[in-house]
């Protein structure tokens, strides 16, 4: 299993917006490019002073499920237009973990 984690960061006027696009666009259209080996993905939010922080982390069964979602630069952060209109600043790669224990 690989978990990708990325960061995220809006002003406080602009979260629940990001957050909205999230759960009603970008997490939409994830799931319906039906990737072979996507099994989760979620999104965390906290505020951090005049900004909030997002944090997105998604479940792969493998590399290869990792580089269907991304493409062949698989450790570049995949941000559509619409999330950088919204976002002060993000992180331009994505961390890759391979998981090695899982609980129940």
């Known amino acids: ?3 990708r984690l990325w ?3 809006t002003s406080r006027e602009n979260a ?3 957050e ?3 759960r009603h666009t ?3 259209g994830i799931i319906a490019r039906k990737i072979a080996g996507l099994r989760h993905i979620e999104l965390f939010r906290r505020p951090l002073g005049d900004e909030v922080e ?5 479940w792969f069964a ?3 499920a990792v580089k269907d979602f991304a493409g062949p630069d698989w450790e570049t952060s995949v941000v559509p237009p619409a999330a950088r209109a919204v976002l002060a600043r993000f992180d331009e790669k994505a961390q890759h ?4 224990v899982e609980g129940p």
């Open 1 to 3: 299993m690989i978990s």
């Open 26 to 28: 970008i997490f939409p």
């Open 62 to 64: 493998s590399w290869e």
């Open 7 to 9: 960061h995220g960061w």
């Open 97 to 100: 973990y391979e998981v090695m």
């Open 54 to 58: 997002f944090i997105t982390v998604m």
């Open 16 to 18: 629940d917006a990001y």
């Open 20 to 22: 909205n696009l999230i």
